[in-house]
């Protein structure tokens, strides 16, 4: 089930995401991140970021856990490029879509329509969706294949799929690696991002 784009959907997404959308900095990019967010399967709000509990800390587990674990790696990409040493290295397009991507980078996860499990391809799906879609989202082309560079190797080394077979690309541009470290980091159970009720960063 896709969520149907409406005023007063979009409304109720913006208030969910307002910390999110004031993470970027171009008026245009943060309609474009709230066209995806109003694209995505209804599962990417409610399901957790890791079914066994193996991978990711607790905060992304049960109820809401994907969305929480896209929103810290997204925060943890902020945090990291408002240190000038880090952020200087990137202009201010390519840190708006670099977060719109950690964001996002997860939205076909269980991939189009739902499945049981987590797609393994679920990078390439979600790139190719920016893609087919980037017309209706509002993104140029060199936009939309930006996004889908860094979206589609976010998994970094773990290329391949549960038999061995070679599905993924590896990061190699400094754009990709930032994706990937960001989406890392927000995978460690070491660190534990606060959240309130809202599924809000409190911090």
């Not at 999110?20 to 957790?48: C, G, R, T, V």
């Not at 970021?49 to 943890?76: D, F, Q, V």
Request: glycine residues 6%; negative net charge.
């Amino acid at each position: 089930m896709i969520i149907e784009s409406s005023g007063k959907m979009n409304e109720e997404k913006e208030e969910m995401f307002l910390d999110e959308l004031s993470y970027i900095k171009d008026d245009n990019y943060q309609e474009a991140l709230l066209n995806i967010i109003n694209m995505l399967p209804e599962y990417w709000f409610h399901e957790p970021a890791s079914s066994t509990g193996k991978y990711h800390p607790e905060y992304a587990l049960g109820e809401g856990g994907l969305l929480r674990h896209s929103k810290a790696a997204m925060r943890i990409g902020f945090e990291l490029l408002e240190n000038p040493a880090i952020g200087n290295k990137y202009t201010d397009r390519e840190k708006d879509l670099m977060l719109m991507s950690l964001l996002v980078h997860d939205g076909l996860k269980l991939g189009l329509p739902q499945e049981k499990y987590t797609r393994f391809d679920h990078p390439i799906l979600m790139g190719k969706f920016i893609i087919d879609k980037r017309e209706e989202i509002g993104l140029s082309e060199e936009d939309a294949n930006f996004m889908n560079d860094v979206i589609k190797t976010h998994m970094g080394v773990w290329t391949k799929d549960y038999n061995g077979n070679e599905i993924l690309e590896p990061p190699k541009t400094k754009y990709q690696n930032f994706v990937h470290m960001c989406d890392f980091l927000a995978s460690r159970k070491s660190i534990l991002l606060p959240f309130d009720e809202d599924n809000k960063i409190s911090a």
